[in-house]
């Protein structure tokens, strides 16, 4: 089994920063791709970034390109969201999740197999 731990939300100001951490234990390997979605209230869950740990490859949603970096930390089994210049539709509740299949980089919440219990981040105007 794999646990998913995330931390590093909170409220913010427009414009603002937070980096969220989602530290990973358990059967967890290199082969894996990490993944962060966010749902905001009566909203579906959505794809915000992804990363893969062998190849340190990345993906982004277009809503949060150029504003956020997703990168990991193979030492401590950790994978960061780095979220810059944050707008209010930003609010949202933010979840890690693992892929354990091996290949693309993928965006769909059912292409998951493991989540967070996640973390709010909630950007005021």
């Known amino acids: 089994q794999v646990q998913l731990v995330e931390s590093g939300g909170g409220l913010v100001q427009a414009g603002g920063s937070l980096r969220l951490s989602c530290a990973a234990s358990?059967?967890?390997?290199?082969?894996?791709?990490m993944g962060w979605f966010r749902q905001a209230p009566g909203k579906e869950r959505e794809f915000v970034a992804a990363?893969?740990?062998?190849?340190?490859?990345?993906y982004y949603a277009n809503s949060v390109r150029g504003r956020f970096t997703i990168s990991g930390d193979n030492a401590k089994n950790t994978v960061y969201l780095q979220m810059n210049s944050l707008k209010p539709e930003d609010t949202a509740v933010y979840y890690c999740?693992?892929?354990?299949?091996?290949?693309?980089?993928?965006?769909?919440?059912?292409?998951?197999?493991?989540w967070g219990q996640g973390t709010q981040v909630t950007v005021s105007s």
């Open positions: 358990g059967r967890t390997f290199r082969s894996n791709a």
């Open positions: 999740a693992l892929d354990s299949t091996f290949g693309l980089l993928r965006v769909g919440v059912g292409d998951y197999d493991y």
């Open positions: 990363f893969r740990w062998g190849s340190s490859s990345t």
